[in-house]
């Protein structure tokens, strides 16, 4: 399942969902997007892609190129930013293909996170032709920077 839905103040919008679809019993590696309401974070952006920060009220910070995201359950700072190279599995937040230029973490699993249940759940950049997430919300990048300019720390992500 990789095409959805989604609605931003009565206006419908074209998503990208995890391969595996939505699942209430999420688990790191599945490729499943978690069933559920997530808070949005904080707002990460790749500087040298935007010719000025994003209009927000959430919390906002400019990636770096040694940003990354610890996916190993294994590792105390599982489903928290990391920098890179790091002593354990993570992700790499600054991408060549644009998905990551704008980046929600989502209030999934992070409080505190539980080993295996998830990480990196993010609303983000989709690809151009919508192709399936790993677990992600993609939207395209101009509804996600509309969605984003309204946005703060109380605005959830419903998924389901």
Same mark, same amino acid.
Request: with cysteine; hydrophobic share 40%; charged share 25%.
């Given at each position: #399942?990789?095409?959805?839905?989604?609605?931003?103040?009565?206006?419908?919008?074209?998503?990208?969902?995890?391969?595996?679809?939505? /699942?209430?019993?999420?688990?790191?590696? +599945?490729?499943?997007?978690?069933?559920?309401?997530?808070? #949005?974070?904080?707002?990460?952006?790749?500087?040298?892609?935007?010719?000025?920060?994003?209009?927000?009220?959430?919390?906002?910070?400019?990636?770096?190129?040694? +940003?990354?995201?610890?996916?190993?359950?294994? +590792?105390?700072? %599982?489903?928290?930013?990391?920098? =890179?190279?790091?002593?354990?599995?993570?992700?790499?937040?600054?991408?060549?293909?644009?998905? %990551?230029?704008?980046?929600?973490?989502?209030? %999934?699993?992070?409080?505190?996170?539980?080993?295996?249940?998830? /990480?990196?759940?993010?609303?983000?950049?989709?690809?151009? +032709?919508? /192709?399936?997430?790993?677990?992600?919300?993609?939207?395209?990048?101009?509804?996600? =920077?509309?969605?984003?300019?309204?946005?703060?720390?109380?605005?959830?992500?419903?998924?389901?």
């Amino acid at each position: #399942m990789a095409l959805g839905g989604a609605e931003w103040n009565g206006r419908p919008l074209r998503c990208a969902l995890g391969r595996a679809g939505i /699942s209430a019993d999420k688990h790191e590696r +599945d490729g499943a997007t978690p069933l559920g309401h997530w808070r #949005m974070r904080a707002l990460l952006f790749r500087p040298d892609r935007l010719p000025r920060a994003p209009l927000t009220k959430l919390p906002i910070r400019a990636l770096r190129p040694e +940003d990354g995201w610890c996916d190993d359950p294994a +590792d105390p700072l %599982y489903n928290r930013p990391v920098a =890179l190279p790091f002593r354990a599995r993570a992700e790499a937040l600054w991408r060549a293909d644009g998905i %990551y230029d704008l980046i929600v973490p989502l209030g %999934y699993n992070d409080d505190p996170p539980v080993p295996g249940r998830g /990480s990196a759940i993010f609303l983000h950049v989709a690809r151009p +032709d919508f /192709s399936p997430t790993e677990g992600c919300v993609a939207l395209a990048r101009e509804d996600l =920077l509309a969605v984003v300019a309204e946005a703060d720390t109380r605005t959830t992500v419903v998924v389901g």
